[in-house]
């Protein structure tokens, strides 16, 4: 079972990017699914997440109106549009897969992680 983040990059503030996370080796279509962060010296911390039929979504106050958290069942993939982007969005992005149905913001709550993917944004 694997997650793997991808749509990293340099990009300048102001500029926008779309993080992708696939899935494989099984489906998380009944698991709440999530975005963190995590920057140099700081504490992964929560970005984004949304519930198992997507009906609910929950995003970090840093990010609300910015980012949008989305998932496609079909194509077994979680999604991160990010927006305006400012330099201190500049951090290692990792997707996760929730134990439950719900929209969690707490680490503990996610039990697969993906790799990660660098974003950094220059001012």
């Known amino acids: 079972v694997q997650l793997q983040a991808s749509g990293g990059g340099l990009v300048q503030a102001g500029d926008s990017l779309r993080l992708s996370c696939a899935a494989s080796?099984?489906?998380?279509?009944?698991?709440?699914m999530g975005w963190f962060r995590q920057a140099p010296g700081k504490e992964r911390e929560f970005v984004a997440a949304v519930s198992w039929n997507g009906h609910s979504t929950r995003y970090a106050e840093a990010v609300e109106g910015r980012f949008t958290i989305s998932r496609s069942y079909a194509a077994n993939k979680m999604y991160l549009q990010m927006n305006s982007l400012k330099p201190e969005d500049t951090a290692v992005y990792y997707c996760?897969?929730?134990?439950?149905?719900?929209?969690?913001?707490?680490?503990?709550?996610?039990?697969?992680w993906g790799q990660g993917t660098l974003v950094t944004v220059s001012s």
């Open positions: 080796g099984r489906t998380f279509n009944n698991n709440g």
């Open positions: 996760a897969a929730a134990r439950g149905a719900s929209a969690p913001t707490t680490t503990t709550s996610y039990n697969f």
